[in-house]
């Protein structure tokens, strides 16, 4: 079946670090890939998206690429704040034959960026 | 602000109890997705409604049970409620059911079993 996997956290970054997230994911046919954040205390927001091969998906800074030969959609930003901190969740949505969507998330990575 | 209410923001209840989740989604938004989100099993789909109609199932145990209702908001019930049932239960809205429509969660109801 689909999945997702993310490299496991938490990750602890000084800030103005470079930040990579990784993520992999199995799937039948062609997924679109998300990035979704959870902020402390809050529910899950879009924080970028790619709905085919080579596209990249970037929003405040933060930047993954849809790779279909390694099957990766790694998140990286370049330079990291505090503010950044928060659980990052990669997910993907399939089709099946029966023509229903299905999102799979990944575990989440929790950031932690410290001043 | 997403748009999407989810009311109560916490609730303790007993074993063998029943409770009910409320979610209101973001205006214009048809479909209404459950979630489950634990320490241990990570974010796990629920189950999902389309205007009111059952879309898609995922890991939904027989002692859950959802619906939305026509005026588009949508309840989930957990009842004979065991400890491990313990977690923080999701609501998410979008426009369709396609593939680019973008999920818009709510805050979550923390559900405390004792």
């Known amino acids: 079946g689909d999945s997702v996997t993310q490299m496991e956290g938490p990750v602890t970054l000084s800030e103005e670090a470079f930040l990579t997230i990784n993520c992999t994911y199995t799937?039948?046919?062609?997924?679109?890939l998300f990035w979704y954040v959870q902020y402390p205390g809050e529910g899950l927001q879009l924080l970028l998206k790619?709905?085919?091969?080579?596209d990249k998906g970037s929003n405040k800074g933060f930047e993954a690429t849809y790779r279909k030969e390694t099957t990766s959609f790694h998140l990286e930003k370049g330079s990291v704040q505090v503010s950044d901190s928060a659980v990052y969740f990669c997910?993907?949505?399939?089709?099946?034959?029966?023509?229903?969507?299905?999102?799979?998330f990944g575990t989440g990575t929790r950031l932690t960026i410290i001043p | 602000d997403s748009g999407v209410t989810q009311t109560p923001k916490h609730l303790i209840t007993a074993t063998g109890q029943r409770v009910t989740l409320r979610c209101s989604p973001r205006?214009?938004?048809?479909?209404v997705y459950w979630y489950q989100q634990s320490l241990d099993q990570g974010l796990q789909f629920l189950i999902q409604?389309?205007?009111?109609?059952?879309?898609a199932k995922g890991n939904i145990l027989e002692r859950f049970s959802a619906q939305q209702f026509p005026d588009l908001h949508s309840e989930l019930n957990l009842s004979s409620l065991e400890l491990g049932d313990s977690a923080l239960y999701f609501c998410?809205?979008?426009?369709?059911?396609?593939?680019?429509?973008?999920?818009?969660f709510g805050n979550g109801t923390r559900l405390t079993v004792t």
């Open positions: 997910a993907l949505i399939t089709i099946s034959n029966f023509g229903n969507e299905k999102l799979t």
């Open positions: 409604y389309y205007n009111g109609e059952e879309r």
């Open positions: 998410a809205s979008s426009v369709d059911t396609g593939r680019n429509s973008p999920l818009h």
């Open positions: 790619a709905t085919k091969a080579d």
């Open positions: 205006s214009g938004d048809l479909s």
């Open positions: 799937a039948t046919g062609y997924p679109s």
